[in-house]
């Protein structure tokens, strides 16, 4: 019989519902069935992609998640879980980590935790001693907590969190989907936004958050694009930091940083891009900068432990002190004075971030199910 796992997701959006949909569309449905237990309160919601996994046979329940403590939400995903027949909860984000681990443990089965960063890589959070507790406490109470990069397992190290317990199963992407453009593509792209041949773009591509350091980018555009008159920064994606961003490119004076919106075709995005810009305060494995890197761009990014695990500096991109405008445009000073170091940091960016596949990211997966199954047999087994 299958494995019956329960995915349990708050914040159904971004890079989670990726990782979500990637994961459940490519396990053996032979080996493991996935049933879905979302909330799609968040205004970033993925409705629409998540609805065709119910669409393709995948069991999906909905639960308002909005508020922690909520013993409501536990109790319901618990007699879910027990109806349902679940054998294992993966919970997906910090707030369906705390839910969903209580809930499961009043099931009585075991739980796999993926936070997709840790509530207390929050650096501009002064809550961060909290989540640290919170999270130390639910840690026995999980059977195996995923970190998406490496960078994101020494953080929950130094929170605490027990060695044994976690396991590094980074993101992937799609290499065929995410390849650096043909030329026709590159040209259309750019004539579509009236880009010449000769500008020079920096692109991002992120939900306008604080965690995003959109604002970085923004204030050190005031002290590069002066003496890059072909420099031009383009920013995809929206959130709650619009208007006030808006605000800041204006009080600067600085039209050549233009806010794009949202956007369905991120590929098309890249195409036009000549160095992609990631200035997040924290991540967990950032896709943005994997399909960036997939294809063939350059990456300027904050030296956080998850952007280090993915761009050596002076090699595939450019890493910069993290938190401040000034280092982050001496950074992109670098790759925008020199068409033959973008094109060599783009190429090996590309050749780096080969080995990050889709297929790596589900078994590994479903590696850590066996165990945790096989482990729970044998406690089961040996139980007074």
Known sequence: MPIRIAHVVEAAGGGVARHLIDLVTGLDPAEFTCLLYLSFERPESWREPLQALGEAGHVLREIPM????????????AGWARRDVIDLMHMHSAKAGYLGRLAAQVAGI??????HAFPFQRTTDI???LYRYIERKLAARTAK?????????EEALQAGLPEEKLVVIPNGVDPARWAPPSPKERLAARRALGITDEEIVIGALARLTPQKGIDLLVQAA????PDFPRARILIWGDGPQR??????ARRLRLPRVQFMGET???ARAYAAMDVFCNPSRWEGCPYAVLEAMACGLPVVASDIAEHADLIT????????????PGPLAGALRIVLADQDVRDAYGAAARRYVAAYTIERMVEGTAVVYREVMKNAVHVSTNAP
């Open 127 to 129: 809550l961060r001693p």
């Open 66 to 77: 909005a508020r922690i403590p909520d013993p409501r939400a536990v109790n319901q995903l």
């Open 110 to 115: 075991p739980a796999v935790y993926t936070p």
């Open 145 to 153: 907590i995923i970190c998406v990069s490496p960078g994101e397992r």
């Open 243 to 248: 208007k006030s961003l808006l605000a800041l």
């Open 264 to 266: 369905r075709d991120p």
């Open 313 to 324: 500096d002076g090699e595939n991109g450019v890493l910069c002190e993290s938190d401040l």
């Open 222 to 225: 005031e002290d590069v694009l």
